[in-house]
């Protein structure tokens, strides 16, 4: 995609409104604790100037390996498709790790990265007290 940017950056109120989606998972203020205790990091999507959206990495080390976790995206522009452009450059982005993990509530996404090779691996499910 022509002009596309990508490039890791620090919080900012833009990435936290951006971030502030409805989510059964975690908080926006959960990103951001992510974020500044330097355990994820946050990109920023541009395109001619224009911002297109955020993403939030981070890798966790497990028993069989490094596995890289989406941890975060969201799109402010709904013509970009986020997941099918940034999918290749998020991979790349987890350098050894051997597998990633996105954990989501939204079945269109689970269909497009079905497509895109990632298996549906357990529901997160969750009950508050």
Not at 102 to 122: D, F, I, N
Request: proline content about 2%.
């Amino acid at each position: 995609m022509t002009g596309l940017k990508v490039e890791c950056v620090d919080w900012s109120d833009e990435a936290q409104e951006a971030l502030s989606i409805e989510s059964f998972n975690c908080s926006v203020l959960d990103i951001k604790r992510q974020v500044i205790d330097d355990r994820a990091a946050l990109f920023k999507i541009t395109r001619n100037d224009e911002t297109l959206g955020f993403y939030v990495l981070r890798v966790d080390k497990l028993e069989a390996g490094y596995e890289g976790v989406i941890f975060a995206l969201a799109c402010k522009n709904s013509e970009f498709d986020m997941v099918e452009t940034l999918e290749p450059i998020m991979r790349s982005q987890f350098i050894n790790c051997k597998s990633i993990r996105l954990h989501t509530a939204r079945g269109g996404l689970v269909k497009k990265l079905t497509k895109l090779g990632y298996m549906p691996q357990e529901f997160v499910m969750k009950k508050f007290l």
